[in-house]
């Protein structure tokens, strides 16, 4: 158990529908990010929230979008939705910024369809 | 941008023979290089990494070499066991601006019994 929670673990949603998925990073971690993992195109960065503030995006589609809050539970919201988004979308978490060596620790993730 | 390439994308090995994957990155800047293992159904977990200033790290069974000059890296599992059987991912960064791994589309390594 890495100590990073993603809910929910599954989620099943129609075309154009929007979704919100969760990610509570392990205790006292002040970086989040979120990775997007299909069969098509492996596992992709997709954003990266520090304290709050987002430090960088990858490839993050502008239907998306994502937050950091106040307690660092940070979420991932998905409009819009089409067929190819249908993927498991990961959360990791970090006690750096990013700017020195720190592991990053995976959730679970959650396995989105989309029908 | 980054590109990381990962080879072979499937592998099988008979339990106590030893298992080797290879990365090539394409950006000389990258300076970490981490090392998942994805079990079914699980997230990656963290096996190995190494930093662009060293050439080979090791850790009990696993170990990892880097050249940089070629740009690869490649992960050594000596004396393979049937749990080591998981998805291996490659990755490469240039921490300092954030710790946004590109991923090598992965290796599933099968231990044979």
């Known amino acids: 158990d890495s100590g990073v929670t993603q809910t929910p673990k599954h989620l099943i949603t129609a075309t154009g529908q929007r979704v919100t998925l969760r990610c509570s990073p392990r205790?006292?971690?002040?970086?989040v990010y979120w990775y997007q993992q299909s069969l098509d195109q492996g596992l992709q960065f997709l954003i990266h929230y520090y304290n709050g503030e987002e430090r960088a995006k990858g490839n993050i589609l502008e239907r998306f979008s994502a937050q950091q809050f106040p307690d660092l539970h940070s979420e991932l919201n998905l409009s819009s939705l089409e067929l190819g988004d249908s993927a498991l979308y990961f959360c990791a978490s970090s006690e750096g910024s990013g700017s020195s060596y720190n592991e990053q620790f995976f959730g679970p993730g959650t396995r989105l369809t989309v029908l | 941008g980054e590109n990381v390439e990962q080879h072979p994308s499937t592998l099988s090995v008979q339990e106590g023979d030893s298992a080797v994957i290879k990365c090539t990155y394409s950006?000389?800047?990258?300076?970490?290089f981490p090392w998942y293992k994805q079990e079914l159904g699980k997230g990656p977990q963290l096996i190995i990494d190494?930093?662009?200033?060293?050439g080979e790290k090791k850790d009990q069974r696993i170990a990892v070499t880097l050249n940089k000059t070629a740009k690869h890296f490649s992960l050594h599992i000596t004396e393979t066991q049937p749990e080591d059987s998981a998805v291996y991912f490659c990755?490469?960064?240039?921490?300092?601006?954030?710790?946004?791994?590109?991923f090598g589309p992965g290796t599933r390594l099968s231990v044979l019994p």
């Open positions: 990755a490469a960064s240039l921490i300092n601006y954030g710790q946004n791994f590109v």
């Open positions: 190494i930093r662009s200033n060293v």
């Open positions: 205790s006292g971690d002040l970086s």
């Open positions: 950006d000389s800047a990258s300076n970490y």
